[in-house]
């Protein structure tokens, strides 16, 4: 505390916002996944944050062996896409019809027992995973890891966003997310789809599984237990399902995080301040922020995609 | 190999029997209204805290203090109850593992709450006769004989069918004229009580409390005992308790592997028989009838 003392306060909205967004950046990375897993089988996947932990540990195990970020990123994402498909296929493709309450027990049992798992696998210590970069941050206010995980998660988003939005396989998505049985009805491979969309969301999360490492500099096997808990209120806050409403559910709570501690220190722990924050806004609107009519993935993307691009993308159907 | 002496055989059944009435004040919730609670160990932490204080801070006697810990329970029961009647399942389930974190967060950041340290119980005191060993064991078995009364009574009750509607299907049930909002309250108060009434049990019987122990941990113990032996039923969440309890403690190398084992346990049992043991027993006995009964149809024609 003493060394922040000594900054001023400008320095220390500077550094309070460039924080936020980092934290901010690594919310969405984690809760996109989750909200698309929401969204098409509105099934609140628990386990989603087990597999950033995976990822996690597949980045440092790269990093440790090549010495280098740049293939730790991909191996991670890989690895959590891989773990994330494995699970739809072993678990929730079989429970997907089922009463709420059996995905949502399973997937709490497929949490504890994939972190414990992790534990045994790879010790209960956390490791160190303090990658260097060559370079360092353009902008002198963000600093080399902020920089990195900001720029990576704008190159991710942006890379989901033409995957969804220009491919046919995006298409099929679309058509996939807004009604499964029209989908299976013209020729659409659903599970396939579904498949994609636990790949993509497990992909974010492996990402964000190695910045999160790197960022803070340890992997431990219970590192992802915050997150889980942060995750779901993010998507709670976002309206359960709509991926603007989480990225930008995502970047409030970094932001309220950071500034309110930055105001009145630790006083308050940081997992209360979500949690109060989120019961705030469902008290007032229980549907979400971004809730209401639009609080489905369906009518996001009819948002998003509706009018413009909808005649381009079925030409490269036909 | 661990060895059976009397006094440890008491000790298992003592915590196997807490976690019994833990089990059963979740099933309550989970079993009866059919929403998912993944933050019970919260009002366990309210009925042990409740109870520590008004013990050490007060020196307020047990005959007071444990009805106390129990109306703590009930009151954060029927507060947790709120939210729920304005957010669905999933959000509720979210909102139960948040309360966790709060307790567990507020309790570590408080002085007065002993902080990371906890507190230290003592031997409760009935008129003047200590319940300790077998008589705290007795004690712990009556106070589940009473949660299972209820459970009993709640499923036969008006209140345990419009829960079963509600359960089933809200929109019908809100249409015959069942309040959901009355009777989820009314399942969240009832198990809150329960859950804090164990909670204080288990304060006694470790003598000594720490925030740590009421954590999502805990919580999913306590799930996994009530979906094992089966939700909804009277005898489940009691027989999937001793059983997950007591059984494993046999078994040398368990403790390292008991997160893992009960999540896979919790994953299989929701996923093949959501009936849990009790599904497995009606199953069993409704196969053991039509086989004994088949032979002598046989027989006759």
């Known amino acids: 505390m003493s060394s922040v003392a000594a900054l001023t306060p400008l320095q220390i909205g500077v550094s309070t916002l460039t924080t936020g967004l980092t934290l901010g950046a690594l919310y969405a990375l984690i809760a996109v996944g989750l909200t698309m897993v929401y969204g098409m089988m509105r099934i609140l996947h628990i386990a989603h944050a087990a597999i950033l932990v995976v990822g996690a540990y597949a980045g440092f195990y790269t990093w440790s062996a090549l010495g280098s970020f740049w293939l730790a990123l991909p191996v991670a994402m890989l690895v959590g896409g891989l773990v994330n498909v494995t699970v739809y296929l072993a678990l929730f493709r079989w429970i997907a019809d089922e009463e709420p309450l059996i995905p949502l027990i399973a997937s709490i049992g497929l949490f504890v027992a994939m972190s414990d798992g992790y534990r045994i696998l790879f010790g209960a210590y956390s490791k160190n995973f303090a990658p260097s970069f060559a370079f360092g941050s353009p902008i002198p206010a963000f600093t080399t890891p902020q920089f990195v995980v900001i720029v990576l998660t704008v190159v991710l988003f942006a890379a989901v966003y033409v995957l969804v939005a220009y491919t046919r396989v995006g298409l099929a998505w679309q058509v996939t997310a807004q009604d499964r049985e029209i989908a299976g009805a013209i020729g659409i491979n659903v599970r396939r789809i579904m498949a994609l969309n636990f790949f993509v969301g497990g992909a974010l999360a492996g990402a964000a599984g190695a910045l999160v490492g790197m960022y803070y500099g340890d992997v431990s096997p219970y590192m992802g237990d915050t997150w889980a808990y942060k995750t779901f209120i993010i998507i709670v806050l976002g309206g359960m399902g709509s991926i603007p409403g989480t990225v930008i559910a995502a970047f409030i709570l970094g932001l309220f995080e950071t500034s309110i501690i930055a105001q009145w220190g630790f006083a308050l722990p940081r997992d209360a301040i979500a949690f109060l924050l989120m019961i705030a806004v469902l008290m007032f609107k229980p549907e979400g922020l971004l809730g209401g009519e639009g609080s489905s993935l369906r009518r996001y993307l009819q948002d998003l995609f509706g009018e413009s691009s909808e005649p381009e993308t079925v030409e490269e159907v036909t | ?301």
Do not use: C
Not at chain 2, 147 to 156: A, E, H, Y
């Open chain 2, 1 to 301: 190999m661990v060895s059976f002496t009397p006094d440890y055989m008491i000790t298992l059944i003592t915590i196997g029997t807490i976690y019994a009435l833990a089990a059963t004040s979740l099933n309550f919730i989970t079993g009866y209204a059919g929403l998912v609670s993944i933050g019970h160990a919260a009002f366990l932490a309210v009925g042990a805290y409740t109870e520590a204080i008004l013990l050490l801070k007060y020196n307020v006697p047990f005959e007071i203090a444990f009805p106390a810990s129990i109306l703590m329970g009930a009151i954060l029961g029927a507060l947790l109850g709120l939210p729920s009647l304005r957010v669905s399942d999933d959000f509720l389930a979210v909102a139960t593992i948040g309360i966790n974190f709060i307790v567990v967060g507020a309790l570590q950041f408080s002085d007065f709450f002993g902080g990371t340290l906890g507190l230290s119980v003592e031997t409760p005191r009935v008129l003047g006769v200590a319940l300790e060993d077998t008589v705290f064991m007795l004690f712990a078995l009556a106070m589940l004989a009473i949660g299972m009364g209820v459970s009993w009574w709640l499923q036969r009750s008006w209140a345990g069918l419009a829960l079963a509607a509600l359960r089933e299907d809200p929109q019908a049930a809100e249409s015959v004229g069942i309040s959901t909002a009355r009777f989820k309250i009314i399942a969240f108060t009832i198990s809150g009580a329960f859950a804090g009434m164990a909670g204080a049990l288990l304060a006694h019987y470790f003598g000594f409390i720490t925030p740590g122990t009421f954590g999502f941990l805990l919580s999913v113990d306590i799930l996994v005992f009530a979906v094992f032996g089966g939700l909804g039923t009277i005898w489940g969440p009691v027989v999937g308790a001793y059983f997950l309890y007591i059984l494993p403690q046999f078994l040398r190398t368990f403790q390292d592997y008991r997160v893992i084992l009960y999540g896979l346990v919790l994953m299989f049992i929701i996923v093949v028989e959501p009936d849990g043991l009790m599904g497995l027993y009606r199953r069993a006995s409704d196969w053991w009838s039509d086989r004994h009964a088949e032979p002598t149809a046989g027989e006759t024609a």
